[in-house]
């Protein structure tokens, strides 16, 4: 089991940055890849951005391509979240979740054993 806690979520702009980080404990963090995921009021979690064990391959959702980078410190235990020119519907709880299975299952929130507890990204407009 990986202990996750992110941080770094708050109020921002429109067209402003945040960088979520991810704190991992436990397992060695190399072990697993690690996926973001959202969530707002009345939606379901969505895959955002996920970033393989060695960090040499990330994917992102058509919606955060281009504006979003997720990158990982293995030697640290922890990943990042850079997100740029964040708009209003970029508001939501943000997850980040350990897997260990196939990176390809990586949009799919069952293929993650471990969550973090999701700090509140709010964009205003």
């Known amino acids: 089991q990986v202990q996750l806690v992110e941080s770094g979520g708050g109020l921002v702009q429109a067209g402003g940055s945040l960088r979520l980080s991810c704190a991992a404990s436990?397992?060695?963090?190399?072990?697993?890849?690690v996926g973001w995921f959202r969530q707002a009021p009345g939606k379901e979690r969505e895959f955002v951005a996920a970033i393989s064990w060695s960090g040499g391959t990330a994917r992102y959702s058509d919606s955060v391509e281009g504006r979003f980078t997720i990158s990982r410190d293995n030697a640290k235990n922890a990943v990042y979240l850079q997100m740029n020119s964040l708009t209003p519907e970029d508001s939501a709880i943000y997850y980040c979740?350990?897997?260990?299975?196939?990176?390809?299952?990586?949009?799919?929130?069952?293929?993650?054993?471990?969550w973090g507890q999701g700090p509140q990204v709010t964009v205003s407009s």
């Open positions: 979740a350990a897997g260990n299975g196939f990176f390809s299952s990586r949009e799919n929130p069952g293929a993650y054993a471990d």
């Open positions: 436990g397992r060695p963090f190399s072990n697993y890849f």
